[in-house]
């Protein structure tokens, strides 16, 4: 086993009615809050209004950033960093998904510093600069997705240069997170859909990128991706499926809350799809589904052994299923199909991928000064491009 650091300072509060915990979790962190939202959903379904009353029992001031994009931009995060530091907040709460919970890290960090959230982003032409410090963070997860809630990452889009990439800090993990699987019933199937592929991506990626066995975050990888498969199986014949939902979002927390990156590799499909997602702007989950049969087909040379065992208990829950890795590559892109993660790219006003341009943007944004991405084989542009025309073609 690797040596790690393992550390996980935030307080989870989880499980349905858990929501009103915000009124004792809250005033342990100060007395004025800027609440951070997306772009309405919130509002639309009443979370807004219950968290503001929960806050107004609790004494506690707040006001309203409205606005975070599905890929939160770093002009938006500068400006709500703005708007807390003027209005003296001594906390954040992020009532959202992802997106919204990367943003308020970023916030966080602005609004202590008054500097350029882009300044803590790094590139392979610019390093990042070290936060000094950052306001205390409250997450409430209204998707099961990312992870965002449980540790100290967040991934940021720069508009004008199309660059997509993320901050790490302790200073942003978040204090507490309040995850009631209800606030997640009235998002709609395709972003449950989005988010488990996002989850299942996150279990795998380190698995397959790294061919040598680590025996925890093994078995906790299997046992997450087979979570997500029932669990999402089971929501799409039956929203009200009270189980399911919260399993599905425990899933959420559990792929990143740190023990599975422990076996070191690389995170080739988050990198290749951030570059998607940054220039064309669509759901992450989304362009991930599109990339995990190509990258399992580039891997698969070099580690078809953990291809083969992580598919079978994916879909029998045994390891040795399959022999044959053709047929479990084709059975996962059958199930990407049949889930409806493989939706048509022109319902996101996408006609043609730009291979070139995103593998380009890769190297770009995560690339070494060798001129690639790790993997359990390097990833050069034309390996990248090689993905991404198995993908888009």
Same mark, same amino acid.
């Given at each position: 086993?690797?040596?790690?650091?393992?550390?996980?300072?935030?307080?989870?509060?989880?499980?349905?009615?858990?929501?009103?915990?915000?009124?004792?979790?809250?005033?342990?962190?100060?007395?004025?809050?800027?609440?951070?939202?997306?772009?309405?959903?919130?509002?639309?379904?009443?979370?807004?209004?219950?968290?503001?009353?929960?806050?107004?029992?609790?004494?506690?001031?707040?006001?309203?950033?409205?606005?975070?994009?599905?890929?939160?931009?770093?002009?938006?995060?500068?400006?709500?960093?703005?708007?807390?530091?003027?209005?003296?907040?001594?906390?954040?709460?992020?009532? +959202?998904?992802?997106?919204?919970?990367?943003?308020?890290? +970023?916030?966080?960090?602005?609004?202590?510093?008054?500097?350029?959230?882009?300044?803590?982003?790094?590139?392979?032409?610019? *390093?990042?600069?070290?936060?000094?410090?950052?306001?205390?963070?409250?997450?409430?997860?209204?998707?099961?997705?990312?992870?965002?809630?449980?540790?100290?990452?967040?991934?940021?889009?720069?508009?004008?240069?199309?660059?997509?990439?993320?901050?790490?800090?302790?200073?942003?993990?978040?204090?507490?997170?309040?995850?009631?699987?209800?606030?997640?019933?009235?998002?709609?199937?395709?972003?449950?859909?989005?988010?488990?592929?996002?989850?299942?991506?996150? *279990?795998?990626?380190?698995?397959?990128?790294?061919?040598?066995?680590?025996?925890?975050?093994?078995?906790?990888?299997?046992?997450?991706?087979?979570?997500?498969?029932?669990?999402?199986?089971?929501?799409?014949?039956?929203?009200?499926?009270?189980?399911?939902?919260?399993?599905?979002?425990?899933?959420?927390?559990?792929?990143?809350?740190?023990?599975?990156?422990?076996?070191?590799?690389?995170?080739?499909?988050?990198?290749?799809?951030?570059?998607?997602?940054?220039?064309?702007?669509?759901?992450?989950?989304?362009?991930?589904?599109?990339?995990?049969?190509?990258?399992?087909?580039?891997?698969?040379?070099?580690?078809?052994?953990?291809?083969?065992?992580?598919?079978?208990?994916?879909?029998?829950?045994?390891?040795?299923?399959?022999?044959?890795?053709?047929?479990?590559?084709?059975?996962?892109?059958?199930?990407?199909?049949?889930?409806?993660?493989?939706?048509?790219?022109?319902? *996101?006003?996408?006609?043609?991928?730009?291979?070139?341009?995103?593998?380009?943007?890769?190297?770009?944004?995560?690339?070494?000064?060798? +001129?690639?991405?790790?993997?359990?084989?390097?990833?050069?542009?034309?390996?990248?491009?090689?993905?991404?025309?198995?993908?888009?073609?």
């Amino acid at each position: 086993m690797n040596k790690f650091k393992y550390s996980s300072p935030t307080t989870v509060y989880f499980g349905y009615g858990e929501f009103e915990r915000i009124k004792k979790a809250a005033p342990q962190l100060g007395k004025t809050a800027l609440i951070v939202i997306g772009q309405g959903s919130v509002k639309k379904h009443g979370y807004l209004s219950r968290l503001e009353k929960y806050l107004d029992a609790a004494k506690i001031k707040h006001e309203v950033f409205e606005g975070i994009e599905p890929n939160p931009r770093s002009t938006t995060i500068n400006k709500a960093g703005k708007k807390a530091a003027e209005m003296k907040a001594d906390m954040l709460i992020a009532l +959202g998904g992802g997106s919204v919970m990367d943003a308020v890290k +970023g916030i966080a960090i602005v609004a202590k510093s008054g500097n350029d959230i882009w300044d803590y982003c790094a590139t392979r032409e610019k *390093s990042a600069t070290s936060p000094c410090s950052a306001l205390p963070i409250i997450c409430i997860p209204t998707l099961a997705a990312t992870g965002s809630e449980v540790n100290g990452g967040a991934v940021i889009t720069n508009e004008s240069t199309k660059q997509k990439t993320a901050i790490h800090s302790q200073l942003v993990i978040p204090k507490f997170s309040i995850f009631d699987p209800e606030l997640t019933e009235t998002v709609p199937t395709s972003y449950l859909v989005d988010g488990a592929v996002d989850i299942i991506c996150h *279990s795998i990626e380190t698995y397959l990128s790294n061919a040598k066995d680590s025996s925890i975050p093994d078995y906790l990888t299997l046992g997450i991706i087979r979570t997500v498969k029932n669990s999402i199986e089971k929501l799409i014949k039956k929203p009200e499926d009270k189980e399911a939902r919260a399993d599905l979002c425990w899933s959420s927390s559990v792929a990143m809350i740190g023990m599975l990156g422990i076996r070191q590799g690389g995170w080739p499909i988050h990198l290749i799809e951030h570059a998607i997602s940054g220039i064309y702007d669509i759901s992450h989950g989304l362009g991930l589904a599109y990339l995990m049969v190509p990258i399992l087909e580039f891997d698969e040379p070099y580690n078809k052994k953990r291809i083969l065992r992580m598919l079978g208990f994916f879909f029998h829950e045994n390891t040795g299923h399959y022999t044959d890795t053709k047929e479990a590559i084709s059975d996962l892109k059958d199930w990407l199909t049949k889930i409806g993660a493989l939706r048509d790219l022109r319902a *996101s006003n996408i006609d043609k991928i730009d291979i070139k341009a995103v593998a380009k943007k890769v190297i770009e944004v995560d690339g070494n000064d060798e +001129g690639y991405i790790y993997n359990v084989a390097p990833m050069y542009a034309k390996d990248i491009e090689s993905v991404l025309k198995k993908a888009f073609s």
